[in-house]
């Protein structure tokens, strides 16, 4: 599914600060798109408008052609947070949710578990999310999303949290999975490398307020190699980009 952003603005009214100003974008259909920019640019806020979760104060968002007003089942949120239920195990937390897919109810195990698979956890499918790990409890997030058979996934730094060798797993993991199933996704990261690593396209935002300063396509073949000559040059240019806006954003604070 393509992603449409057209001229979208939004204000706080308690503080008068306008967090987004007229943002255009568009994510074309099974695109890895990556969010980069200095934290409070609004790269969250803007996901939270994609997901429905919040509403502009001025412009459209449209998912192939239909506007925005609500979440729907055709987009699905990740968050840095697994956000997973407690109470119930593994394959309930994948299963929760596929009864707005229209899934006929007994095929969800097997849904399931084709997910759990996927990410490498089919034998832990009855296990507690207390059992689990912080980068296991991630990838069941992932898993769960996958099940919903959404078409767009939106991703708010799903692995921030980690440490860096599970970082590294899961993101060889989740690529694996978008070459597969080639899903639209919208990426929000502060990691340079992680953008580079993922996105078909990467967009830097100024902050105060947030705009999409520049977009930088990333051209070169998968698997990629973070010491690889394209990768580093194209590091070094995002990185040097990256570094005006941290800079000009401490000198507005």
């Known amino acids: 599914m393509s992603i449409e952003i057209k001229n979208v603005s939004r204000y706080f009214s308690d503080t008068n600060n306008e967090v987004l100003k007229n943002i255009d974008l568009t994510i074309r259909d099974g695109e890895f798109f990556c969010l980069l920019g200095p934290s409070g640019c609004g790269k969250s806020t803007l996901l939270n408008?994609?997901?429905?979760?919040?509403?502009?104060?001025e412009g459209e968002i449209f998912i192939n052609g239909k506007k925005i007003t609500e979440p729907g089942p055709d987009r699905i949120m990740i968050f840095q947070e697994s956000a997973l239920f407690p109470w119930l195990s593994v394959i309930d937390n994948v299963k929760f949710g596929m009864k707005a897919t229209g899934i006929p109810k007994e095929?969800?195990?097997?849904?399931?578990?084709?997910?759990?698979?996927?990410?490498?956890l089919a034998s832990c499918r009855n296990y507690k999310v207390s059992q689990l790990s912080g980068g296991m409890k991630q990838r069941v997030s992932i898993a769960r999303a996958l099940a919903m058979d959404s078409k767009v996934l939106l991703m708010d730094e799903p692995?921030?949290?980690?440490?860096?060798?599970?970082?590294?797993?899961?993101?060889?993991?989740?690529?694996?999975?978008?070459?597969?199933?080639?899903?639209?996704?919208?990426?929000?990261?502060?990691?340079?490398?992680?953008?580079?690593?993922?996105?078909?396209?990467v967009a830097m935002m100024s902050a105060n307020p947030g705009t999409i300063k520049s977009i930088f396509e990333v051209n070169f073949p998968r698997p990629r190699h973070i010491d690889s000559p394209e990768f580093v040059e194209l590091r070094h240019a995002i990185l040097s980009d990256l570094r005006v806006e941290v800079e000009r954003f401490e000198n507005l604070e």
Do not use: C
């Open 49 to 57: 408008q994609v997901a429905g979760l919040d509403k502009p104060d």
């Open 159 to 201: 692995f921030a949290a980690l440490d860096k060798q599970t970082k590294n797993l899961l993101r060889d993991e989740l690529e694996r999975i978008w070459l597969a199933e080639r899903k639209t996704v919208m990426f929000v990261t502060h990691s340079v490398e992680e953008a580079l690593f993922f996105g078909d396209r």
């Open 107 to 120: 095929e969800w195990d097997a849904h399931a578990m084709k997910y759990l698979s996927m990410v490498n």
